[in-house]
């Protein structure tokens, strides 16, 4: 009997993961809207189930004739979410909020670990590796773009392990 209950609950496993892959896949294309092409975003896990913050990552390409602005972000992970940065003074890195960020005709912004990220404040719960949710990034010129993105591990790098997307080309702004 309790080799019946485990060959079951093994075929159950395979059929929800079977049925959930089209879903994982849909979830991990590009979202366009105008101009602008966006890879779906990254986070990585929380460290802790106590973590108060996390970031989210995306590269945002401009296939059009003039810049676009990145002027805000929303998510519903936290209670708080911003485009941050972080910079170089008096010998020690710090992260501040990054201001509106252009995103170049003919261009790309890349936001990494180190550099620039939406940060996700005062989360409602830790960011658990495989969970998905989604940011609306805000842009002058485009509107509210709302994006997937994705919980990797704690030491993610990033998709394929280097935090780069598969479209590099053009002008890039990472700062």
Known sequence: MNTILKAAAAALFTIMSIAAAPI????MEPVTSGDLT???GWARASATDHAKAGAAFFVIHNKGDSDDVLIGADSGVGGKT???THKHENGVMK????GDVTVPAG???MMKPGGLHVML???HGPLKE???FQVKLNFSKTGEVTVPVTVMGVAAKGPGGDGHGHMQHGKT???
């Open 95 to 98: 992260m501040m909020p990054a």
């Open 24 to 27: 994982a896949a849909q979830a």
């Open 82 to 84: 911003e485009v941050h």
């Open 130 to 132: 495989g969970e998905h």
């Open 107 to 109: 261009g790309m912004v």
């Open 173 to 175: 702004t990472t700062e």
């Open 121 to 123: 404040m005062s989360l």
């Open 38 to 40: 966006i890879e779906p």
